[in-house]
Structure formats: C-alpha cells, structure tokens
C-alpha cells in the first residue's frame, strides 16, 4: 500500500482554510476587541471569506479524488470574489462610486411618526460604508482585505494547479 502523499489541492484545500481563518479571526478581533465595527460590505467580505474556508474543507475531504482540484479552484475564486468586494468597498470609501442600499443611512424626512423613526433607526447599518474607521500604512481595512484576498486567490490557484505538489 503507498503513503499518502499530499497533492496540490490537499494543500490548496489546507492553505484556503487557513488564510480564510485567519482573516475571519482577525475581523472578529477587530470588531469584539477593538470595536471596529463592521457595515454591510464588510460583512459581505467576511462571507466570501467563510466560502472560501467551507470549500477548503471540502477540498480537504476530497484531497484524494479529481473533483478536489475543482473544488480548489472555486475556494480560489471565493478568494477572488471576496477580492471583488473589498475593490468595491474601497471605491466606496473613496467616493468613486456610491455604496449598496445596505450601506445608506435612513431618509429622517418629515411625515415619518415617531414608530417608523424607531423602526428606520433598528433597521439601520450600525457603520455606513463610506466611514474609514481605521488605517494601517494608508490602508483601510477594506484595502487590506483586497490584498490579502487577491494573494489567497493566487496562492490557491496557483496550489491547485498541481505546482503545490509535495513528495
């Protein structure tokens, strides 16, 4: 019987969880340690992230089969799509382009009563989009999150593509 020997999308599939946990840790630090919370583009990244570490998972259970180099590569393009949205986030931020309806703060005109004030309030973003609460070397964390999310995609397709093969 031969030992099993870690393919390309073993790795692929291992490397996606990790960065993808490693990039949900660090949201959750930020928001629960540091109260950085986040606005409605921020969690549409975190889902891309969850994507991307689900089909790293199944990668991983898969590691043995062909389909595991197809499930890889859509744990790349997870990774690329979370990218996607972090690009979005940042042009928002930037004032390029105007954000998703999530990202708007209610219309307080007149002829609203006092129960759909309350009710506009409880519905509202906690933080609009276009709000940098924080910086690190010129970066928002959305700019960050384009970074990372853009080198994970490559680093995952590039794994998956069989290059990551170890003996």
């Known amino acids: 019987m031969q030992p099993?020997?870690?393919?390309?999308?073993?790795?692929?599939?291992?490397?996606a969880m990790m960065a993808a946990g490693l990039?949900?840790?660090?949201?959750l630090v930020s928001q629960y340690g540091f109260e950085l919370y986040p606005c409605a583009l921020c969690h549409y990244q975190r889902w891309a992230?969850?994507?991307?570490?689900?089909l790293g998972l199944v990668t991983l259970l898969l590691a043995r089969t062909a389909l595991a180099y197809w499930t890889a590569r859509f744990a790349a393009l997870?990774?690329?799509?979370?990218?996607g949205i972090a690009l979005f986030h940042v042009g928002v931020?930037?004032?390029?382009?105007q954000g998703t309806s999530g990202c708007a703060t209610p219309d307080f005109g007149s002829g609203m009563s006092r129960e759909?004030?309350?009710?506009?309030?409880?519905?509202?973003p906690t933080v609009a989009c276009d709000a940098v609460a924080f910086r690190f070397l010129g970066l928002?964390?959305?700019?960050?999150?384009?970074?990372y999310s853009s080198i994970a995609a490559m680093a995952?397709?590039?794994?998956?593509?069989?290059?990551?093969?170890?003996?």
């Not at 099993?4 to 490397?15: I, K, M, S, Y």
């Not at 990039?23 to 949201?27: F, G, H, I, N, W």
């Not at 997870?78 to 990218?83: C, I, T, V």
């Not at 759909?116 to 509202?124: E, G």
């Open 4 to 15: 099993f020997r870690r393919t390309g999308p073993f790795v692929a599939g291992l490397f």
């Open 23 to 27: 990039a949900l840790v660090t949201a």
């Open 49 to 54: 992230q969850i994507a991307a570490g689900g």
């Open 78 to 83: 997870a990774f690329l799509a979370g990218a």
């Open 93 to 97: 931020e930037a004032a390029w382009w």
């Open 116 to 124: 759909d004030i309350k009710s506009a309030i409880l519905s509202a």
């Open 140 to 147: 928002s964390m959305a700019g960050w999150n384009l970074v």
């Open 156 to 167: 995952v397709g590039w794994l998956a593509s069989g290059k990551g093969r170890t003996p």
